[in-house]
């Protein structure tokens, strides 16, 4: 295929304003937040902005009959090179379709292009007293689409799931042009048993089995309380046998975050005001609901932890929230900083452990760190075992490259070893295809088998999951 | 394949205590509670009662090399035959296959055989505090291998969701006999977003797949506190009405149930003493929670529907919430009991419809009873336009049961056109197949491909789903 075919062809689809084939245009789609993006780059052939389902579906057919890969992408996010053009191709860059389409607030729903960023979309949802409840970091960046090809979740995992949980339907063009629609044809029910499951099979298959163009999302009423308690710790089994108990005592929280020394230690060093004590592992409990019942939520909670903590804070003032949430907010950016000369690299990023395992996950860590002498910051959503790690390296120095790749294959291997996952949250991507045998066993051969039923040529975000 | 052959085949497996074919107990195996099963008696050839992963690999094997249908079964209370031999062969029974494997209370889940009774499941875990949220009605019969073939739910799915909520893997036998693991070869996790979405894709599949062999499923603290609320309306638009309007002021009940004036009749009919007011609807809200958050959220309820009902009681009094409650416990089987004559029959008794059409929905069955003179009785779960239709027929008389299948086909279709369902809860089986391209167009076509992927002969519980 001939590079200037391929842009005359895609201008005639989309026009000339929405299809970009300059090298410097291009590079921007090399990369999203992955490591592996910034060290190994490549260019797609071509960019398409399409804005309707029949210019997607123009735009497959025609990669479809020319055998060209296809990688949709939303606001390029993600951590795992899920949305680059490995073997190059085309993109098709949704993040510039994003109308919500429909409000449907009488039957708690909306219907909306996969481009709407999430907090816009919450924005416009809380004018009716709704929200859709996954809160992902990226929540001001990040697409509604990406979240549906990646499953996100977030913060509130715990108590609100992930992005599964709330899509009720989606308009697909599959990798021939054909287009589905999800969950019934023209349906708005909340509730719907009938056929397998497509919704719940597109959601988090990180764009191989076709590109969503429309989302039915349920919506919660929108809790009208919150709270936070911070909990301190000497000694860091103490923190998940917090939780284990917060949960014996009938609570779920929204969100319990912690932060382990070596993230104490980097928040205190990246803005000293925010003094957090020193300690083994900082919880951090977020309670949503109504007013009363999240009093009797935080005061548990207090009860509960203080047996352990050396100290327990809990509040409903709004400023006071903002101060004990403070240290957790700046984590990433405090992780950026522990070295002068350093970066904080996504990978290995994102394991999953049994919340029986994550101390020892948290140790284990950190003695791989010390093994291959790489700094290593640890938090996470502790609630529900998903740690997040933040490597600090020196990308210049090709020495640490390779320490860290080492270091983050180890980890890997050890979320597999302590009954976890290599993702809790941030998916395969083309970063932890190597896993998934490991992970899956010969469940694998039928995961390819469902994708050739969808993409027999496999031009569909190819060389990513699997 | 000779039946003699296949009884000695089958007792080489699984012993000759496990295996049945003498022909009044393949006649128990002939039916669920569907009215098809009622109509048309098909036996299976042989009933095999396994209690070994190794076993039922053994059996597929069998099958597949021979060309038999095999037919999960559970308890049977499933209400679309979808457990029953149709085209003979060989039915699993797996409903005394009842272990709980193991209870892992510290990392809130449980692993337990397809055969354990929901009501017991939850008995277990309350020694930990813990519940698996979702109610079927059937709880004290019903086992966690067919809700999860059948994606279950029940009173509590408004607030909890229905059951692939809380699947976290499955053991699956396919039908050649291969074994796969979804959510992780040995994973405890309880977040995992790596690869394609296998146990969502399977929960729901009514066994078209693959056989259910194991389980591990997510718990949840159990809540401390309940309440009941009851509001009367002399209108039934009013009803859904103050639905939303509950939804809206923040709250989300753990159930909301209506009771339409057929069903207000029905109950009154049946036990004058429980006394229902004579109204157009009645709607009951349970919430549950903490005990001053379930008594804030009561009184909201109470105070919002207020608005329109013309009569809302509060109940947080166990006697008191019972009393309030018994109208709808009994609306089963008082709906039996609306003629003398008459049993009530199982089908085109679980449609879903949008919220906003939940008043439409039971006007237009009310009609449709009265076009084709057949008694109906309404009810459901309103909070999520889940309607449960009950006609009421002899069904000795021929000429009612072509009137029946004529309105039943009518509320299907009906269903479909309000943008609803013909199925939120209890599944397609064998008697809404025909439903399947009007309901879910050229996506039904994937459906099929991803039958044949597993299922390369076609023999696993074949003439269901589509």
Chains 1, 2 share one sequence.
């Not at 900083?337 to 904080?344: L, N, T």
Request: a negative charge.
């Amino acid at each position: 295929m001939e590079k200037t075919n391929l842009k005359s062809d895609l201008i005639s689809i989309s026009g000339k304003e929405n299809v970009l084939t300059d090298d410097l245009d291009l590079m921007y789609y090399s990369y999203d937040s992955s490591f592996l993006t910034k060290i190994e780059i490549k260019n797609p052939d071509a960019v398409v902005l399409p804005k309707s389902t029949e210019e997607v579906q123009q735009i497959m057919k025609y990669a479809f009959e020319n055998n060209i890969p296809v990688v949709p992408r939303g606001a390029g996010t993600g951590e795992t090179g899920g949305c680059v053009a490995l073997n190059g191709g085309i993109i098709i860059d949704l993040s510039t379709w994003d109308d919500i389409v429909e409000i449907d607030n009488k039957n708690m729903q909306v219907i909306l292009r996969p481009g709407v960023i999430h907090a816009e979309l919450n924005k416009e949802l809380a004018k009716y007293n709704l929200f859709f409840p996954p809160d992902p970091g990226s929540s001001q960046m990040c697409t509604v689409g990406g979240m549906v090809a990646n499953n996100a979740s977030g913060l509130r995992a715990v108590k609100y799931g992930c992005t599964e949980q709330y899509i009720l339907g989606l308009e697909v063009v599959l990798p021939n042009g054909e287009i589905i629609t999800t969950g019934g044809m023209k349906s708005k029910a909340i509730k719907n048993v009938s056929g397998l499951n497509m919704t719940k099979l597109m959601v988090g298959s990180e764009g191989v089995l076709g590109i969503v163009t429309k989302i039915r999302l349920r919506c919660w009423p929108k809790p009208k309380a919150r709270g936070i308690a911070m909990a301190v710790y000497d000694k860091l089994d103490d923190a998940p046998a917090s939780v284990l108990e917060v949960y014996q005592a009938g609570i779920l929280p929204s969100g319990i975050e912690i932060l382990d020394s070596s993230a104490i230690e980097a928040v205190n060093q990246f803005k000293p005001e925010i003094n957090l004590p020193d300690a083994e592992a900082i919880l951090l409990f977020e309670v949503d609901g109504n007013p009363p019942g999240v009093e009797y939520e935080g005061n548990t909670i207090k009860e509960v932890t203080q047996q352990r903590a050396r100290y327990v804070e809990w509040a409903t003032d709004t400023k006071r929230m903002a101060e004990l949430w403070e240290g957790r907010s700046v984590t990433a950016a405090a992780a950026a900083r522990v070295r002068p000369d350093g970066s904080r690299i996504f990978a290995g990023e994102d394991v999953s452990v049994p919340l029986s395992k994550v101390a020892d996950t948290l140790r284990a860590i950190r003695d791989l760190g010390e093994k291959y002498n790489i700094k290593v910051v640890n938090y996470g959503h502790i609630g529900d075992g998903n740690v997040h790690t933040a490597p600090v390296i020196n990308p210049e120095n090709p020495d640490e490259v390779e320490r860290v790749k080492k270091l983050v294959h180890e980890i890997h291997l050890l979320a597999i070893e302590l009954e976890g996952s290599t993702t809790g949250e941030h998916g395969v991507g083309a970063v932890r295809r190597e896993y998934a045998e490991l992970e899956h066993g010969n469940a694998v051969n039928y995961m390819r088998k469902i994708k050739e039923a969808f993409d027999s040529k496999g031009i569909m975000n190819p060389e990513k999951l699997f």
